[in-house]
């Protein structure tokens, strides 16, 4: 009161509660609401039914599937007293007890939290470790919960070792982390360890739509299936995305639609990336190079093209091995998929997996990145074209479109089968030294015959008359092995001497030029160079077979 005026109370600024995420606002409060995780919660109900819980628990998975939130509900679980204050642990907890309410609202003097990332030393282990000897204050169990428990030091980890294997039995460890790989061995050998799935897109898209219902928004479900597809398995990730998409919708009523989800996250228009498949497998070139430019044009980053084509084609393998649908995709996309499924062979579809997986790379790293997707996709219409590598292998064995292999030295007709290891008559010695060697090999002179094929250099082959290149020396004691062994074979006296002149290339060096001469051949016929000219980094190599001693 001022000069006798009562000027009241004076006006206060409304207490409006925050605002709060919907990845906080519907963070799991019951076992039952933490979704994919079953068997997870199936092993804990059982452990505590049976009173046989351990004394710490990791539980491991990629970001947003639940640790955090499983590791809180498990303290509840373990320190539920039930409504009426006689409870004890249980899967279940009432959630109306001081301690469920005290965990959910992050106030409870027995369950502690630390963040590892900021608390990394050995120090802060010790604090730990000290403060565990002490029994609960008004819990059943002091409960530390460690976040991203990879993050402590090396020492921090070996300071805990004994107490983590041998706690006071009212104390529980419960770790969350990214990265189990970076936690010690003798950590995990001293943990339960829980693997927390990643969520089905399914399931994923389910929980959006019920989120959507208790915030009184509409929601296309091919909008939720996109937002759970770009999820990638994380309910936390999720939510954030359906939260910026609700704020995108505005004020309008017209709630999330589909268009403006693919908008927002930058991705491609199913529909245009089926017609885009379609046009890459008919070879319509400029129809495919339109298709790109138009979702260019809309926004569409030329990398999310190339990986929703991945994801095409990835999907049609997956339907052609009799892989279930997925439920979150559209029937038109279903149905698209199962056509191409029987169409295409798998030969086909694996080379256009490594054609557009080479182009999403390709479009990653360029500077140019619109540019080099119409590159790529030239060279996958150019390759749509060719015939998959098992008919080319068929036609180049057959000969077609192929140009004629180099004859070589040795390549004249072969002569007669030689008869068995039994001694030939003088009429008929062998007409060629190539026929001399292989009378050797099969008549058992095994090692003989292959001292001749890779080192003797022929200067005139007159049977019974060799002259051999004195240029390549050969083991001192094969003239006097062969010319026994000829005499045994053909009953003539066979003559062999040395002369100090080049000679023809030995056998084997005969037969390597002319498989370098087919192989050239082949690299330069007409359809495997069209097959160069589509995958630039091809390498040709021998195909299977016996090599041909014609």
Same mark, same amino acid.
């Given at each position: ?123 802060? =282990? ?90 009184? =928004? ?33 004020? %309008? ?72 649908? %997925? ?40 500077? @140019? ?56 008559? =003088? ?9 001399? =060697? ?47 062994? @000829? ?64």
């Amino acid at each position: 009161m001022a000069d006798g005026f009562d000027l009241g109370t004076p006006p206060q600024p409304a207490s409006a509660e925050g605002y709060r995420v919907l990845a906080r606002k519907y963070r799991p409060r019951t076992f039952s609401e933490l979704i994919g995780q079953e068997p997870m919660v199936r092993t804990l109900g059982n452990a505590i039914a049976r009173d046989r819980l351990a004394h710490a628990f990791l539980m491991t998975g990629v970001r947003g599937v639940g640790k955090t939130s499983t590791a809180r509900l498990i303290a509840k679980a373990l320190n539920c007293i039930g409504p009426d204050g006689q409870g004890g642990p249980t899967i279940d907890p009432c959630g109306v007890c001081e301690p469920c309410r005290a965990i959910a609202e992050g106030r409870h003097i027995d369950v502690i939290e630390m963040d590892a990332a900021s608390h990394t030393g050995v120090d802060d =282990v010790r604090e730990i470790i000290e403060a565990s000897r002490y029994a609960a204050v008004s819990a059943r169990f002091k409960i530390y919960i460690v976040d991203e428990v990879h993050m402590l030091s090396k020492n921090a980890f070996n300071a805990l070792l004994k107490t983590l294997e041998e706690p006071p039995a009212h104390v529980k460890f419960l770790f969350a982390t990214t990265e189990v790989n970076k936690v010690p061995i003798t950590v995990l050998s001293r943990c339960q360890r829980f693997d927390l799935r990643r969520i089905p897109a399914d399931r994923l898209a389910e929980h959006f739509a019920n989120v959507c219902e208790l915030e009184g =928004v509409t929601a296309e479900p091919e909008a939720l299936a996109l937002i759970a597809r770009a999820a990638e398995g994380s309910a936390r990730d999720g939510l954030s995305i359906l939260d910026q998409a609700i704020a995108h919708a505005g004020l %309008d009523g017209g709630g999330v639609a589909a268009d403006a989800v693919r908008t927002m996250l930058g991705l491609s228009d199913r529909g245009a990336v089926r017609d885009l498949f379609a046009m890459l497998l008919a070879g319509d070139s400029a129809g495919a190079l339109g298709s790109l430019r138009r979702q260019y044009d809309y926004g569409v980053d030329p990398v999310s093209v190339l990986r929703a084509l991945l994801e095409t084609v990835h999907g049609v393998t997956l339907t052609k091995v009799g892989a279930p649908d %997925d439920p979150a995709q559209p029937l038109e996309e279903r149905a698209a998929r199962a056509e191409w499924a029987e169409k295409l062979s798998f030969p086909v579809l694996h080379r256009l997996w490594q054609l557009v997986l080479k182009g999403h790379d390709e479009v990653a790293q360029a500077a @140019l990145p619109i540019e080099a997707a119409e590159m790529a996709l030239l060279r996958i219409i150019h390759a749509s074209q060719l015939p998959d590598p098992g008919e080319l292998a068929r036609r180049l064995a057959e000969g077609g479109g192929m140009v004629a292999a180099a004859p070589s030295a040795s390549a004249a007709p072969a002569a007669p089968a030689a008869p068995a290891p039994a001694p030939a008559p =003088v009429s008929l010695l062998p007409e060629r030294f190539e026929d001399m =060697v292989e009378l050797l090999d099969q008549a058992g002179h095994l090692a003989l015959a292959a001292r001749l094929r890779n080192g003797a250099r022929v200067v005139r082959y007159a049977p019974p008359d060799l002259v051999l290149s004195g240029s390549r020396p050969m083991v001192a004691d094969t003239v006097t092995d062969l010319v026994v062994a @000829l005499k045994g074979l053909t009953k003539a006296q066979w003559r062999i001497i040395f002369e100090d002149v080049p000679g023809t290339p030995t056998l084997k060096e005969q037969d390597d030029a002319a498989e370098e001469a087919k192989r050239l051949a082949a690299w330069d016929s007409p359809l495997v160079r069209a097959a160069r000219e589509a995958f630039p980094e091809v390498e040709l190599v021998e195909w299977p077979g016996k090599r041909s001693k014609a």
